[in-house]
């Protein structure tokens, strides 16, 4: 028997180093496709924003681990239910120090929007964050990924690991004190519209 006619087995050492290499291509895309997501998500879930750049990593840390339990279907549900986990841990961590974030601390600047325009949306952002801080984490969680992140109720639900009738009902409950805390900040405000 000739070499080229030989049957190729592959060692368990070459079919592993294979399985890592294209587990890490896979962790890669997942990064380059989700990291804005996942930030952003962070950020509306509570986690400050001196935090949101770790927790983010923790985010993809968690799923390169678990990269074999998740289906690439799956892949941004499964972040955002990670993500809900890591901002919980987060916002518990932060009350257990009892820093005081500095609402004072400067944006970056993006060259295109005059200030005006940026003043009108850092407050936009400041009544979003204190109305979303006002609510529980599930109803926060549910309200966040369809109203913001645009994922449809199914999605939710995944993402959160609830039944699809708890994830309608979480996201009712979060519109109703949605609005019920905008027309409170409203009218604390003097009456102007915000």
């Known amino acids: 028997m000739d070499a080229e006619s030989m049957p190729l087995t592959e060692t368990f050492a070459e ?5 890592e290499a294209s ?11 989700y990291f804005d997501l996942v930030w952003r998500s962070l950020r509306r879930f509570g986690v400050p924003d001196a935090g949101v750049d770790d927790a983010a990593q923790q985010v993809f840390i968690v799923a390169a681990r678990k990269l074999d339990t998740i289906e690439v ?3 941004r549900s499964y972040l955002l239910g990670i993500a809900v986990r890591v901002a919980s841990d987060a916002r518990r961590s932060l009350a257990r120090r009892r820093e005081v974030p500095d609402e004072d601390a400067g944006e970056p600047l993006d060259p295109e929007p005059s200030p005006e325009e940026l003043v009108d ?3 936009a952002r400041q009544m ?3 109305v979303l801080d006002s609510m ?9 990924m369809f109203e913001i992140e645009e994922m449809s109720v199914p999605e939710v639900a995944a993402a959160l690991g609830v039944p699809l ?5 979480r996201l009712r409950r979060a519109r109703e004190q949605f609005h019920e805390q905008v027309r409170r900040l409203g009218a604390g405000q003097g009456g102007q519209r915000v």
């Not at 587990?23 to 990064?31: N, S």
């Open 128 to 130: 979003l964050d204190r």
């Open 23 to 33: 587990g890490h291509d896979r962790i890669e895309a997942m990064v380059e496709t």
């Open 165 to 169: 009738g708890t994830a309608a009902s």
């Open 73 to 75: 279907a799956g892949e």
């Open 136 to 144: 529980p984490m599930d109803l926060r969680a549910a309200f966040t």
């Open 15 to 19: 079919r592993a180093e294979r399985a």
């Open 121 to 123: 949306r850092k407050r």
